[in-house]
Structure formats: structure tokens, C-alpha cells
């Protein structure tokens, strides 16, 4: 009997891990209540979409017809306007015979008190008459239409005036907030409704635009008023798919919908549609906002519709907690051989956490577990292989940023700045000494702090200034420095000394080989899909073809060739040990015309 067992276990140890897997399987199946909350789960979850999607219909319909009622209180009131005698002449020429007499007339002045009659803490907060006339004139300081009447001037830097200026068939226009000037917005009203007209003055037609101020907190409130869900959010976009009321400025922006695609899905029945946004699933519907060019758009995501079937079927779990118990001891018991084994590579694969892993003994079962244990082994070798590689090229990089570094520190510019310094004295030229002084301090402050290996892009240019501001104290201002870097990219990270050898090759090699000894560089950079670029660029004699295709290839007897090129070639391979063979740098040059020089990181 016990020879019967111990076949039995040899001969389950040696199934697949498939076979095992089948057989636990089987007996979880066997316990069918198991997949009654899957199934709840999912119907659960269609009963919370349609069940929200319906109360955010409902909604809608109630909130479409308040905001189609304020906007009709609005045109109410411009509609008012347009109708008073006033406006009828001004519009009407032939009737007036002088522009500034009619605005002192019993017209005028009842006209004016009409808009402040319609105007005041409700929804409507101001109106205003903007004329493009001389702003000096009485009409604005001493007349009838006083206050009422503005000079054209005080509007013209608005977001609206540019819209009618560029769209001559435009005659009206809602106006969210951010289409008014600063002064509008806290004078008068942070919207308005503006509609455009022609007068004569003084022979000559004159534009002028009379402006209906009203609130976007009335507008906002009527959305959030009649949510009927705090995950949802409701917005209104105009024609030039801009925001102009919303319940949650975030929200709003997470889940927006341009108006082409708004346009696109609006279908007659404002049924809700389903939308996929940053991949996570958005029921949204849309309704048309009558006599506008606005739509409100309504955005239910799904994750917390998610989150509340899952509640719900977290409390239905626990009814079935004990099947489901029972079932895992069924199958702790049977997997028990696969999880002693899976321990143990468990275990020896916790201690990596305190150094390198360790190799397993050879595994005496020829399942899954078996070709898992030498495939751990096979990584361990790898990976000790690894190491060493890395070893040797972290030994690379440091010597490689060594000898980039002694590059730099070229004892000969020090040198010469020294002695730059000494003829300054002596010339009793002390501020431009201390001034010198200052800078050599700052330059070699920067070069040799090498606390961190990366610096930012700022730091670098402001390096690289330095050392151009120092050499234009030897060479009277000879050359010509431009940096025009992105603020975007100014924190980038960079390794330090990445633009002081190749702006020093630019001048030592391009510009001072020149017969005038002058010149230009120009740093710039941008950022493409790929990494940042950085192009350096001077007008100097250029470089031959022959030199220009072996400047970044190492030599054996690199010690003979200049400086200069040293620090450019331990800088491009300092580079690629960083980042990799597709950073560093990339030289072209014309000869007689300069050359550029493009620096490439991620």
C-alpha cells in the first residue's frame, strides 16, 4: 500500500502544471454558486449605467429648457433696447441729422434710463453702448447717453472686438468670459450678449456695438442644480469650442467634447452615447441651447458607476463567503506540491533584495516548477554577467567624465585669463578686475561642483556665457553670443559640461581661424517626439570633410590631436554611456561658411 501512494505522489509531481492547475479547477466548478455573483455582478452594473443614464436624461430635458429661458430673458432685454425710438434713429441715419445734438435729446436720455431700469443685481449686471468715435467727444463726458455711451477704444484689445473685426458678417455674438477684457469683467459682467450696428457721424459711417452684461454664475448654478449625480458634469460650448458655463472646471476639461464631435453625435432624440476618453468609457449626451450657438453637453464617466456596482456586490460576496472558503481549502490542498516548490524559488529570490541572486539546486521534477527553476538559474548567470558589464562601463563612464572634465579645465585659458586679469591692473582698470575676477569664479564654480553628474540646461547656458563673456574680454568683444533656449526646457536635466567644449571648438577652431577674428554662435533647442535637441551653430571657417567624418571617432592617439577635440569626443561618448548609441552628437559643416552642431538627449 504505501509503495501504491508513493506512486501516486511521484506521479502527480510529475504532471504538467497545467494538469494540476485542471484538476483544482475542476473542483472549485463543482460549487456552481460560485458564478451566481459574477453574474449578478454584471447585470448589477447595466442596472446602475441605465438607472444613472436615465436620471441624467431626465436631467437634461428640465435643465436645456432653464437655460433657453435665461437666454430668452437676455434677448428680452436687448430686444427692448433695439425697439426704443433711440436705437431705431441711430440706426436710421436719414433721421438724425447730428450725431452728438441726438445724443443730448429726450431720446437719449430715456433710452439710458431704460438700460439702467433693465439693468442691476439679477441676471442682467450692465449695458453698454460702445461707439467708434473720437473718445473726446461730449457724447461721452457730457451728455444725455452719459454713462451709457463708451469710446470704442476702451474695447478694442477684447477677444470679442477681435472676432467682429476679422468676421465682417458677424452681427452678434455670446460672449463667454474670457472673450471680455479685464475691465468688462469687473465692472460690468463676466458674459455678454453683444450685437453690432452702423450710424452715421460727421459724414461718415461709425461702427458701434451695444453689450448686455449678465452673469455666468446664473448659468453655472443652473447646471449644478439640476444634476442629479455628483461623478457626472455638465457643460455649455459654443461654436468656437469654448467653455462657457460648467459644473466642475476639471471635470470639464477631462471629459470634453469638441463641438465638431458634438455636432457629429447629436441625433435628434438627445439620447445618451457612449465615448471612450483618455480609455476609460464616458456616457455623454448632448442638447442644442436655442436662438445660441451653444450646446450643453452632459458626461457620465463610467469608473464610478463601477465603483458602486462593486460596492453593492462586495456586500452580495459575503452571503457566499464560506462556499467560496471551503472552496480554496479544496484547492490549497491539492496545489500543495506546486506552492512547497514555488516557495522555495520564492525564498531564494527574496534574498536578491540583499545582494545578488543566488543559484538553485537542480530541480529532480520535470513539470512547469522544474523548467522555472532552470530558467531562475540561467537568469542568475546572466545577470551576474550583467553586473560586470555594468561594472566596467560605470569604470568607462568615470573616465570618460575625467577626462571630459580635465578637457575643460584647460590650463591655457586659465592661463590667459590670468594674465588678462594682470594687464586690467596694471592699467588701473579695477572694476572690469573684480568683474573678471567674479566671472572666472563663477565659471570654475560650476565646473567643478560635482556633487551630481547632471546639471539643467539653465546651469549649462549659464556656463557657457561665462566662458564666451571671459574670452570676449581677451578678443574686444569679437564674438557675438546668441542663446534662445524654450522655458519648458530650461530644468531639464543635462550632463554637466555638455556646451562649454563644443561652443569652445566653435570658437577657438571656427571663428579665430577667420581673418577678422570675429564671428557668431547661436545656441537654440526644441523638443521633438523623439528626445530634446540642441543645435549649436557659429559662422566660422568650417571643417573639411575629411577632419568633420572622423571628429567623434576615438583614436588610439587621441593625446596628439588638440584639446579641444578631446573634450567634444569624450563628451559625445559621455553621452551615449548615459543615454545610449542614438544620443550624443552629430556634426555637418560647410567650409567657408561655418558649422552646426546638434546635441541629442532624452
Known amino acids: ?97 447730428d450725431l452728438e445734438v441726438f445724443a443730448d435729446s429726450e431720446e437719449a436720455k430715456g433710452f439710458r434710463k431704460e438700460a439702467e431700469s433693465l439693468a442691476g443685481d439679477g441676471l442682467i449686471r450692465d449695458i453698454r453702448l460702445y461707439m467708434d468715435i473720437p473718445d473726446d467727444g461730449e457724447i461721452f463726458s457730457d451728455s444725455a447717453l452719459s454713462p451709457l455711451a463708451e469710446p470704442m477704444d476702451r474695447i478694442r484689445r477684447t477677444y470679442w472686438y477681435g472676432i467682429f473685426a476679422g468676421e465682417p458678417s458677424t452681427s452678434r455674438l455670446f460672449c463667454p468670459s474670457f472673450y471680455l477684457g479685464t475691465y468688462e469683467k469687473s465692472t460690468y459682467g463676466d458674459m455678454a450678449y453683444i450685437t453690432r450696428g452702423r450710424t452715421l457721424y460727421e459724414g461718415r459711417w461709425v461702427t458701434f456695438y451695444l453689450a448686455v452684461y449678465f452673469s455666468q454664475e446664473h448659468l453655472d448654478e443652473l447646471l449644478k442644480n439640476n444634476m442629479s449625480s455628483n461623478s457626472s458634469v455638465a457643460y455649455i460650448i459654443n461654436n468656437r469650442d469654448s467653455m462657457v458655463a460648467t459644473t466642475d472646471i476639471a471635470l470639464s476639461g477631462t471629459y470634453h467634447f469638441s463641438y465638431d464631435v458634438v455636432l457629429e453625435s447629436v441625433m435628434s432624440s438627445n439620447n445618451f452615447i457612449s465615448k471612450n476618453i483618455l480609455g476609460e468609457d464616458v456616457y455623454a449626451g448632448f442638447n442644442r441651447i436655442r436662438n445660441t450657438d451653444w450646446y450643453m453637453v452632459v458626461a457620465v464617466p463610467s469608473e464610478p458607476l463601477i465603483q458602486k456596482s462593486r460596492i453593492f456586490i462586495g456586500l452580495f460576496g459575503l452571503v457566499y463567503l464560506g462556499c ?28 536578491c533584495r540583499l545582494g545578488l541572486p543566488a543559484a538553485l539546486p537542480d530541480s529532480d521534477a520535470q513539470d512547469e516548477i522544474g523548467d522555472l527553476v532552470d530558467s531562475y538559474n540561467y537568469m542568475t548567470h546572466i545577470i551576474h554577467d550583467l553586473v560586470e558589464e555594468q561594472a566596467k562601463a560605470a569604470e568607462d563612464l568615470r573616465i570618460v567624465e575625467f577626462n571630459s572634465l580635465q578637457a575643460q579645465m584647460n590650463p591655457h585659458f586659465l592661463y590667459n585669463t590670468m594674465d588678462m586679469i594682470n594687464w586690467l591692473s596694471q592699467q588701473g582698470r579695477s572694476q572690469e578686475v573684480t568683474m ?46 546668441i542663446a534662445d533656449m524654450p522655458d519648458c ?99 555637418s559643416s560647410t567650409p567657408g561658411e561655418g558649422t552646426e552642431v546638434e546635441i541629442r538627449i532624452p
Not at 505522489?9 to 466548478?29: C, E, G
Not at 588638440?562 to 542614438?582: C, D, F, K, P, W
Request: with cysteine; charged share 25%.
Open 436 to 481: 573678471a575676477v567674479q566671472k572666472l569664479s563663477r565659471f570654475y564654480k560650476l565646473t567643478l561642483s560635482r556633487k551630481q553628474s547632471l546639471s539643467t540646461i539653465q546651469d549649462e547656458l549659464e556656463h557657457v556665457s561665462i566662458y564666451v563673456e571671459l574670452l570676449n574680454m581677451r578678443f574686444a568683444d569679437n564674438i557675438d553670443f
Open 1 to 97: 500500500m504505501r509503495t501504491f501512494f508513493q506512486g501516486i505522489t511521484h506521479f502527480y509531481r510529475n504532471l504538467r502544471l497545467q494538469t494540476k492547475l485542471t484538476i483544482t479547477h475542476l473542483v472549485i466548478v463543482t460549487i456552481p454558486m460560485v458564478a451566481i455573483p459574477v453574474l449578478f455582478f454584471t447585470q448589477l452594473y447595466d442596472m446602475i449605467v441605465a438607472d444613472t443614464v436615465r436620471k441624467e436624461q431626465e436631467a437634461a430635458i428640465q435643465t436645456a429648457p432653464m437655460i433657453e429661458e435665461t437666454v430668452a430673458d437676455i434677448l428680452a432685454v436687448h430686444g427692448t433696447l433695439t425697439e426704443h425710438e433711440f436705437y431705431s434713429k441711430l440706426i436710421n441715419p436719414a433721421r438724425v441729422e
Open 324 to 351: 467560496i472558503l471551503a472552496s480554496f481549502m479544496i484547492a490549497t490542498l491539492l496545489s500543495r506540491s506546486l506552492t512547497n516548490r514555488l516557495s522555495a524559488v520564492i525564498d531564494q529570490m527574496s534574498k
Open 489 to 587: 526646457l530650461m530644468e531639464r536635466p543635462i550632463p554637466k559640461l555638455t556646451f562649454q567644449p563644443v561652443v569652445e571648438n566653435c570658437i577657438l577652431h571656427g571663428i579665430m581661424e577667420k581673418e577678422e577674428k570675429e564671428g557668431t554662435i547661436v545656441l537654440t533647442g526644441w523638443e521633438e517626439e523623439n528626445g530634446i535637441v540642441i543645435l549649436i551653430s557659429d559662422d566660422g571657417v568650417g571643417i573639411e570633410p575629411d577632419i568633420l567624418e572622423n571628429i567623434l571617432v576615438e583614436k588610439k592617439n587621441r593625446a596628439k590631436s588638440s584639446g579641444t577635440n578631446i573634450a567634444v569626443y569624450n563628451t559625445h561618448r559621455r553621452l551615449q554611456l548615459m543615454y545610449g548609441v542614438e544620443y550624443g552628437l552629430k556634426y
